[in-house]
């Protein structure tokens, strides 16, 4: 568990209550605790005051009362405790472990407890509330996962995704397949498939749409091959094979 343990133990920084204006800096390590402050002042007789730096040993500072008043008045009495522990050898492994490993451990818990240990750290906070650990209790909870949930989750994230009903994920998902589709339809640049292959299917229907030897009657060949290209553009989202377009009546277009 040693291994857990950087160089630096904590480490916190950040301005003196008011009305100080002066900037500090409070590191604990291994061996030592380290102190710095920086003057930071309006008056001209502060301007070339140079920055400051006090360090004891961890045993030195826990006999050090001065020094840990400073350190609870700038940072507050829950720092001071922190580092008290810390100086006493109570080093918090837990804290410490690389993420996917506490993601791992979250999933053993029930949601109640992963909420209270989101209010224990920043780091637990964050993590309790990623999108890592929201798609791990998706995948735990729900097992095989579709492509669409996953791009659902992807526009909603895998929190709100957790607390959908399965009922309503259908919903939205089928709301994305038709707006996939309308985009489909709105491209200019995209052939209508519906529309070919219905009247691929009706001859007379296309027959009646265009006179008999106007310059626009599509020659057989030349029908067959803009509809293979319409299946290719289109993806052939209606599931006909490319050179496997036929009329009613059997006969091949080649």
């Known amino acids: 568990m040693s291994t857990l343990l950087g160089k630096s133990l904590f480490e916190v920084s950040g301005q003196g209550p008011a009305p100080n204006k002066d900037f500090f800096q409070f590191s604990v390590t291994k061996t030592e605790v380290i102190w710095r402050w920086w003057k930071i002042s309006l008056r001209s007789d502060g301007r070339n ?29 829950r720092i001071l405790q922190y580092s008290q522990a810390l100086c006493q050898g109570h080093y918090d492994y837990l804290e410490r472990l690389p993420d996917p490993l506490l993601l791992h451990i979250l999933t053993h818990l029930e949601l109640e407890d992963v909420a209270r ?112 290209r319409c299946g290719v553009i289109a993806g052939q989202g209606r599931g006909v094979a490319q050179g496997d377009w036929s009329s009613d009546s059997g006969s091949s277009l080649k």
Not at 194 to 221: F, L, N, Q, Y
Request: hydrophobic share 30%; aromatic share 6%; net charge negative.
């Open 117 to 228: 240990l989101g209010h224990t750290s920043h780091r637990f906070r964050k993590l309790c509330r990623s999108e890592e650990f929201w798609e791990q209790a998706v995948r735990g909870h729900c097992g095989a996962v579709s492509a669409e949930v996953e791009a659902l989750a992807l526009e909603l994230g895998w929190k709100s995704v957790f607390f959908t009903s399965k009922l309503q994920l259908q919903k939205q998902i089928s709301r994305r397949r038709k707006r996939s589709q309308k985009l489909l339809c709105t491209d200019p640049e995209r052939c209508d498939v519906d529309t070919m292959v219905e009247r691929s299917e009706d001859p007379e229907s296309h027959a009646a749409d265009i006179e008999p030897g106007s310059e626009s009657d599509p020659e057989p060949e030349q029908l067959c091959t803009d509809m293979q």
């Open 49 to 77: 005051t140079k920055p400051g730096e006090l360090r004891e040993s961890h045993n030195d500072y826990l006999d050090d009362s001065l020094f840990q008043s400073q350190v609870s008045v700038v940072f507050g009495p």
